[in-house]
């Protein structure tokens, strides 16, 4: 059974189009996580939840915003999404900071 | 340099032949992750460990953190294998994970 889901598995949207792309997760765990990858590429963090609290990596861009309205979803909002916000969109989920992470299988991200 | 080396960056392979992938960090560690990723897939976790040697069917990692550095090992190595393995380093107070590039490995029939 699926643990950490993520919605949609391809979204195409047009540049400058507000997305929002959905994680959610049966696992309870407290932490969620979200890595843009991009081709060829390692993932790289963008944010994190403990709980209900955001922390937000120093070079994320203010494009990317983040929303946890309960323990089981998590959402990544693009406000104007670029050419360069091409990737593919992971979410992990831990029960604590520092323990294994359990990753979804990711939206792959096309702006046209 | 990467804090994260993982060698080599590609690996072909015949099919049943033992398969070792190396990583090496430059940076004091919590515990050091193995993840698998299929092309165009998500990442699965394979290992997660900060001592000593984990086996999980035909997948084996060690961990030398005196050395810092760790390997996965494949036996019997199967075409349903060929994906890329990212070793990935999680350190600091909220556990940031640090990836290595990957390892597109390829087992041919």
């Known amino acids: 059974d699926a643990m950490v889901i993520q919605n949609p598995r391809y979204q195409v949207t047009q540049f400058g189009k507000p997305v929002t792309l959905s994680c959610s997760q049966t696992?309870?765990?407290?932490?969620m996580y979200w890595y843009q990858q991009k081709s060829s590429q390692a993932p790289k963090l963008l944010f994190h939840?403990?709980?209900?609290?955001?922390?937000n990596e120093a070079d994320t861009p203010d494009n990317f915003q983040s929303r946890r309205p309960n323990t089981s979803f998590c959402f990544l909002d693009i406000r104007s999404p670029g050419l360069g916000d091409a990737a593919m969109y992971l979410c992990a989920t831990s029960r604590e900071e520092g323990w294994e992470q359990y990753f979804g299988p990711g939206t792959r991200l096309t702006v046209t | 340099k990467n804090e994260v080396e993982q060698s080599p960056q590609n690996l072909t392979a015949q099919e049943g032949e033992f398969i070792t992938i190396n990583c090496s960090y430059s940076v004091g560690i919590s515990a050091l992750h193995w993840l698998q990723q299929h092309p165009g897939g998500g990442i699965v976790s394979l290992f997660m460990?900060?001592?000593g040697k984990k086996k999980h069917g035909r997948l084996i990692a060690t961990i030398n953190i005196q050395e810092k550095h760790s390997s996965l090992h494949i036996t019997a190595s199967h075409p349903r294998d060929s994906a890329v393995y990212i070793c990935?380093?999680?350190?600091?107070?909220?556990?940031?994970?640090?990836f290595g590039k990957g390892t597109l490995l390829t087992v041919n029939p």
């Open positions: 460990l900060s001592s």
């Open positions: 939840y403990y709980d209900k609290d955001f922390n």
């Open positions: 990935a380093v999680g350190r600091g107070s909220n556990y940031k994970l640090t």
């Open positions: 696992l309870n765990h407290n932490v």
